[in-house]
């Protein structure tokens, strides 16, 4: 299989995870030379926090998911990674439910593996909370990596 596009998917809750996340990114991508989607996915709630806390001006500019993606301290700190080892590649925002934006963000550009993270849950947790990853896995267009977080 040839990898020429990865989205590496992140959300709210990858805060903790970053490095890891940006650790297989370049492990992937470095060897192959592909490019790294960096997808920052946002319920509308979390978007219009989003766009509150990094002081968006809503009236005097038009904003979009890309610009507060861009901002957002988790792809910051996904590009510091990326740019120190080298590796190619842009940012996308997303605003919707999780996992249908991340699958439809893959398909929108092309991706050839999709990098997502989570944490462990029983069975039980699952059922009752739903997996944004079990949805993407499920749903994908092209394989799934799944990043664990250690805790």
Do not use: W
């Not at 989607?37 to 009236?59: A, I, K, P, Q, W």
């Not at 944490?119 to 394989?143: D, H, I, N, W, Y």
Request: hydrophobic share 40%; with cysteine; proline share 3%.
């Amino acid at each position: 299989m040839t990898v020429d596009t990865i989205l590496l998917a992140v959300g709210a809750g990858d805060a903790e995870r970053v490095e890891r996340l940006g650790e297989v990114a370049v492990d992937i991508a470095g060897p192959t030379g592909a490019k790294v989607v960096l997808g920052h996915v946002f319920t509308r709630d979390e978007y219009d926090d989003t766009l509150d806390n990094l002081s968006f001006d809503r009236t005097a500019e038009e904003v979009s998911p890309d610009d507060v993606a861009g901002r957002h301290a988790t792809i910051r700190d996904l590009t510091k990674t990326l740019d120190g080892a080298g590796v190619d590649y842009e940012v996308r925002g997303a605003v919707g439910k999780h996992g249908t934006s991340i699958v439809d963000l893959a398909s929108n550009v092309g991706s050839d593996l999709i990098i997502v993270g989570g944490r462990q849950r029983s069975p039980t947790g699952k059922a009752v909370f739903g997996s944004t990853a079990q949805e993407v896995m499920l749903s994908a267009p092209c394989p799934v990596t799944f990043v664990r977080s250690d805790d």
